[in-house]
């Protein structure tokens, strides 16, 4: 199955790390949720997909681009 690295699309810090490797999730459905300037920002599934592997853990700081999880497309 081909894999897709799941990138932050803004700079923040990491909240909540909504699945763990081996879940399945829909597309759109959170994958982890960002905290920046007092807002929460989910990172999505690009599509359905199982997840490979969280790259960061709850209070990290995410860079803009930075890859945050690996995901295997269904």
Partial sequence: MPTKEVKSEITGKVWKIE?????H?????PILI???MKMEIP???PADCR???ILV?????VAEGQ????????
């Fill in 19 to 23: 699945t763990k490797p081996g879940d």
């Fill in 25 to 29: 999730v829909e597309e759109e459905d």
């Fill in 34 to 36: 960002l905290e920046s």
């Fill in 43 to 45: 990172v999505s599934a």
């Fill in 51 to 53: 997840v490979v592997e």
């Fill in 57 to 61: 853990a709850e209070e990290d700081p």
């Fill in 67 to 74: 890859v945050v999880a690996i995901v295997e497309l269904d």
